[in-house]
């Protein structure tokens, strides 16, 4: 169960308005990498988690300082908002400045929300629940966790030097911060899944003994001429410990042709109209007769 | 650009149909980590990479190879589909396992396909862009390539046990080596960027001491009573060597309330009705007598 | 700000397993009226909320309870699908009851989340964020959660009756009664509201001077030979106390005809082509001579 | 069976193009509560009705007329797209005013619609199936369809700022009558289902003496130091007459922890790497050697 | 503006109940080839019709048909699913058949319909705007037109097998004529647009001479060593009796690599880290001591 | 399996950035008829194809190419970018050619991609595997792919007026070549279908001996008034030599009402409340004195 405090995480509150700055954003609320994204994920995580204890405790206070974080960027959106052009353009457009942003703003913030934030993205697509995993396999869900704190800590990066503003400037730096701390939190959490004997390097540690071991160390040469067989990567035991990869340059298809078998005849594969006489089957004239008008 | 050869990456025969099982390698194909995915990933980080040389080539050289894979996967679908259920149910349910087929097959599969694979995952939903990423940073992006690794050898490794067709198992574990041969390609060009300067632990490695250094290596417990205060993560330095995480636990917010300021009088916020005179606007009545009828 | 407590705010243990059912709960969390639907949409009205004091702090009290709805019907889900059939087909249909559940089982809950929920619906469509409404007009939106609350209590009813297992129907149970707390509470808010002079009937209370108030009481007769003229509706003074509605029978078209202006040339509409010499252009074998070949 | 007249319900002519406001319309026509959404919601219910006369017949009527307004606004919408800038930046860009609409227009109205509407909101997004209801319950259902003319209707009202255009204003006014129309109708409808004996004031109107009586009366206060117990929601009884909702100040979680039972182990949970030996599995050098290279 | 009959425009009665075949049915509702996407592109397309006159008012013709054969299938669903099971899954399961009914129905239309059709394909992806288009030049919507017609055709000559109940299949009957009528329609449209004048064979009819000649004949040969140089394609004038074809074997780029510009630096590409200092850059201790806890 | 090249296909460089048509060539990448549609539309044809040899290779040859395409486009859009503004609006904003940029701008490829290119359309819609058609049948997909290319020609022509940019419109002019190639090739390849008698004019060339052919020729006059009576298509036969259209005039339905069965009760129509007894159900005062406080 869930309780609210009415103070936000961090302040949010910009020095003026910024109806331009207010759609970029968007990308933050409900972008694939955005807030909606890493609340959600870190509850059907946590939710979906089958080892009691440590993980998912973790897992569950991530998740909800997250939820704080959709709610300190959706009132700054609305604060980013005040007196924004709701009017006209004719009246609006005064200067280039304002061109700029009545050609740029994010429109349904004003018609649909009437000023407010929207859970979609800074081109207006919607938040949707494929944007997040939890597969119930923590190596893998810690490898996405990851992941999804380095592109929300890019994008944020990104934003930063798109405002001047000292106050959504204080915000993003608060941002950021805690963007590193998770980073460095999921990696941390990864090497005490491996001390904990719970995981190894690859997700899942399980199968390395069934998978075909002919193709589990070769990288396939398939770009012509690339420069990818100079990679470092090639000269060092892999992560894994376990492997070394070896680079087969220009490589031949180990199968068969990519042929389909013939579907059953009634799901009308081509060949459907060779089962009919060749000859014309009726005679428009002969229908037309009988035709009711 | 790119060049056909018709001849499968690995062969992908089923001993006998079963499309029970076509449905769900579906999965693997159109779903947010099957091999759609990381085609498309990987062909736009390539396309993206402002590191000409290894970097480029190796994200090439596996984006190229993954179409394969799309490939094996819709010709293995097409041939697990031979002959399955076209017909009327009465007819088709002759026992338990029919019934199983009839009730759980893709019914897409059959009538809009024909018999070969769609670009869904295993619940029809269809394939789409959101599923990847290709953010132009590399460190961010071989992240989100663990992740996708990672999560498509599980899914491989969950379907291995759905079926006991020791064609489709051969072909699942040459899938599951690649995923496994992937895994640690990403990670050790993680290294090689650290090695060669690009890239920290933390991504972007850029805005570190311009972030809100207050705040970038506190754990906050959000979720009473909870045992992340006892994980390792506390006990050793965070794994980009330059933070050490603490836990918060219970801790106060330190913005103040949550409020939005009142929006454009024409957006209608709540207020829009107190401008009225309080008594009735308007006789019915009166209205009434100048309609057209 | 948020906090979690790790308890439920209401028992969610089944008796025993029930795949199918673990499918059919779907609706609940991530359907256009699950428990996803209504968390986002008190949340994004809160905080999107330009009247402080109770409306707020009321949207933020139902807000705050949804998201620990989401949370007991994850963890059914997850307690649903304990020992779920998770291997061959041939092996797991011993009899026609668990064809029916290998048929209809949710087989991204095993192949994507490891026998946990995802955050989609029954057919495994992704919740997105279209499906919330925050306008910032409370009149609109308590209207819109009014509905909201109807139909997620109307889905719950039907799914009541389609287990036996007490502990789900306990669940259920009380879900029930929270959809009814909530649809009288957003009821009871619209009175509210009406009392504090904030809003009329119609939302937006405003513009009702401005509309074309010739056509702001007729019901358009437009299916032929309807009853509709019989309704009581008509009989009465429409619900705003300010209309009366009328029934225009075969009611006549008022604007002319809906033709489009020609587009800029450059567009192409489908004259593009009649600015074309009329003669051949150019002769095939002219050029075939100079190509590459 | 439908029957189509050429000339539009209402006239929809705009003095002069405007390129911007079209892009904006795009809201009425293809948004979550746009034309296209009640046509649709209206005529699926009314196809779902299982109460034949009255209020089906209520329900066909107003879903026909609303055919007729996605009609209008497309048609709106070519005229204001005549002689929208289709050619370079550069050439188009003369003042602020003509940038606002280079920045600002909907890009795919020229591109893809040549200058037409789209089936689209004023983002882009196109509409989809998921923004109707048609539950075959009339009192939810007209829940809903008061939700959605109220949404509607504020849209609407906001849009009639943007705009200085005589011929627009004019069409918007109708539109505005319309949608005040529809929701006294809907209301009107919801009181007539009372009287019929069809509905209560709770949809649906069953399982009240099932559901969990303890919890129907109670608001949650989760969002602490709340105004919402001061709401006149607490003083009066409730609108379905049957209830009395009290607060509830901090209340406690009545279930037990969140916990989830371990998945089957085949679907790989994270203790997947558990069963293997701890030592290094194989050695790379070993399996070097009989590489095929 | 449209008028509605309550009558179907050909008869919809199933002899008997089959929820299995009601959610196949779905496709040709919801489907990307379905009844909706027909009628809404018409309808698009006609009000988009640049073209006054017997165009225009035959695509408005079929589009008013289009609604109503959804309104053929919505009502056929709805009686499809008389009586179907709503109850627990152990009751439902008596045999085989019911248990193939069971697993394969389409649960929303229970759940969320009440027993009536959804706007969604039979795997319950909801219909969606993109599925249409109206470009508003007629020879590129007429091809658009053929194409849908034949999908949705194919579709329903597949489902017709699906089903031995009399009342249904003469229903489908009915829809296969249409299709056809429809498909020689659309194809009469081309010829017509010809003779008129009005467009040629490629569409647009437009920069056939300012488009690269060099390589608007020539078929490049991508898929080693295939047939398709033995095609009839090769040897005879191209369909428009301006080009003909030739093929390419093996062919060359021609361009240069596919590299990309280094972006702004403040977009953080990867180079991001390489600014810093390359030594720690503070000690973590120095900043454990000023932290709050 | 596939190989790539390092090369373009063909030259892909702009003379100078161009932010706003960067933009808009993502209609060309990601829109419903861009190049990541065509790429996977013929793969999964070419995958699907049941029919071995010439046509199989050609929709391989020109699925491979496709790929290029995306490759090209892709390429151009992170040149164009090169540069392009990053920064805060009242820098940025320094004319109105700038402010149109500003406004204009895909915000999405600097945030997200980092000045690259995204997998969607010029409004940001992600691509989707719903906009392919890969169904089996060679004569229903070749006429898609005509459609297509069509659809994809126009948009390259409407976009080739948008810009003055030599190196742009260079690529361009290839684009238009190829799309005039595709659209002959799928014209040619629906001709030889016919020759080699796989196929008829309409598809699937089956079923019109047992579709209702009093329902096969007749255009329903339903668009009051209409020229469509006056059309060529009348005068002649059909284009499938073996029906002749005819225009019915203002038809009558020939089906009953569109009614719709009760449904199970357990499903809660609407008469769910008139089972209830008339009285108050019970008193809330009794209730209020056994809550928990």
Known sequence: MFR????????????KPDPLFARKLQELIGGAYGEMTVTMQYLFQGWNCRVEGKYKDLIMDVATE???HVEM?????????EGAPAETTAEAVKDPAVAAVVGGMDVQQAIVSGGG??????????????YIVASGNLLADFYANVAAEAQGRLQTARLYHMTDDPGVKEMLRFNLARDTVHQNLWLAAIEEL???????????TALLDEENQEHSETVWGLSAGGAAAQGGWLRRPAPDG??????LDDPEPLGGPASAPPPDPKLYGTFDGAHRAP???????DRAAKTVE
């Open 73 to 81: 960027l959706a009132t700054m959106v609305a604060r980013l908002l």
């Open 194 to 204: 491996k001390e904990d004997g719970l995981a190894g390097t690859i997700a899942p």
């Open 4 to 15: 609210h405090d009415k103070r936000l995480q961090f302040e949010a509150k910009p020095e």
């Open 279 to 285: 000859g014309p089957r009726r005679s428009p004239t």
């Open 117 to 130: 934030a929207t859970p979609a993205d800074s081109s207006g697509t919607p938040w949707n629940g494929k």
């Open 242 to 247: 376990e492997h070394r990869l070896r680079y």
């Open 66 to 68: 997250e939820i704080g």
